[in-house]
């Protein structure tokens, strides 16, 4: 496999876990997709907590740890 193809795929051989937040995306969808992603993710309580905050969460593509938790991915879309 060519390294072009790797970095098209997403595959750079680490334990970070490649996610994407989509401009316009309700944090009920967001939760969604972090919760098949995330072991440690809390979907309920994230959206209890993003939902207030939606419009301020940055769109983008993340790497995170797979233990990050629903508050870590919170803090780091606003942070951003």
């Known amino acids: 496999v060519s390294v072009a193809e790797r970095l098209v795929a997403g595959d750079f051989d680490t334990d970070l876990v490649r996610f994407t937040h989509f401009e316009g995306e309700r944090a009920s ?7 098949e992603k995330l072991p440690d993710f809390d979907a309920k309580a994230f959206v209890l907590a993003a939902e207030p905050l939606e419009g301020r969460l940055f769109p983008d593509t ?18 951003t």
């Open 62 to 79: 993340y790497f995170v740890p797979t233990d990050y938790n629903d508050q870590e991915l919170l803090e780091l879309l606003l942070e």
């Open 29 to 35: 969808l967001l939760a969604e997709r972090a919760s």
